[in-house]
T-cell receptor, first 116, second 112 residues
Framework: GAVVSQHPSWVICKSGTSVKIECRSL??????MFWYRQFPKQSLMLMAT?????????EQGVEKDKFLINHASLTLSTLTVTSAHPEDSSFYIC????????????FGPGTRLTVT | AQSVTQLDSHVSVSEGTPVLLRCNYS??????LFWYVQHPNKGLQLLLK??????LVKGINGFEAEFKKSETSFHLTKPSAHMSDAAEYFC??????????FGKGTRLSVIA
């Protein structure tokens, strides 16, 4: 149980275009989902926290107009990178927390974004 | 601010020898503690977790960790390293409903 999927697993897009990444909880309802970014050989950096049906809370320094997060249902959150630039190239990982889970998050397999 | 320190950025061991990956956290009251492993271009896989039960926690693939409150440590160990253990390991801490705090990671290399 507690499986989180991400789609796509990798994507290449041209500079200036937008790309959407999906994060789904497959066998539980995720009241809260998190989006992380990971640069090569570095740890995960929390970008934002989203609760189903409400606006995401962004960490300091993360542009909310560039990284649009939507948590429309209890099993789906999306991250849209708008007007992507090469510096947005990174590994994006989502995680999800279920109802009653005060501490544990379940991580997706990640999405590799390359902007050319 | 709460913090997690992984004392070694890189650990190299020979196959069949013990593994020790060190982790210390900043707070004096008991958090929830996790160790995750990440293979290249993959997501995070939970190895084990401590959530205020037994202080010696056994995880998958022969890993275990001991919570030592007096030392604010949660070191990860394995008696005998295998080539497949080569990966990046993250110590992660949670204090209640606050966001997870990640260590910077320790890269484990296993030499044949």
């Amino acid at each position: 149980g507690a499986v989180v999927s991400q789609h796509p697993s990798w994507v290449i897009c041209k500079s200036g275009t937008s790309v959407k990444i999906e994060c789904r909880s497959l066998d539980f309802q995720a009241t809260t989902m998190f989006w992380y970014r990971q640069f090569p050989k570095q740890s995960l950096m929390l970008m934002a926290t989203s609760n189903e049906g409400s606006k995401a809370t962004y960490e300091q320094g993360v542009e909310k107009d560039k990284f649009l997060i939507n948590h429309a249902s209890l099993t789906l959150s999306t991250l849209t990178v708008t007007s992507a630039h090469p510096e947005d190239s990174s590994f994006y990982i989502c995680s999800a927390k279920g109802q009653g889970d005060s501490y544990e998050q379940y991580f997706g397999p990640g999405t590799r974004l390359t902007v050319t | 601010a709460q913090s997690v320190t992984q004392l070694d950025s890189h650990v190299s061991v020979s196959e069949g020898t013990p593994v020790l990956l060190r982790c210390n956290y900043s707070s004096s009251y008991s958090p929830s503690l996790f160790w995750y492993v990440q293979h290249p271009n993959k997501g995070l896989q939970l190895l084990l977790k401590y959530t205020s039960a037994a202080t010696l926690v056994k995880g998958i693939n022969g890993f275990e960790a001991e919570f030592k409150k007096s030392e604010t440590s949660f070191h990860l160990t394995k008696p005998s390293a295998h080539m497949s253990d080569a990966a990046e390991y993250f110590c992660v801490v949670s204090w209640g409903n606050t966001p997870l705090v990640f260590g910077k990671g320790t890269r484990l290399s296993v030499i044949a």
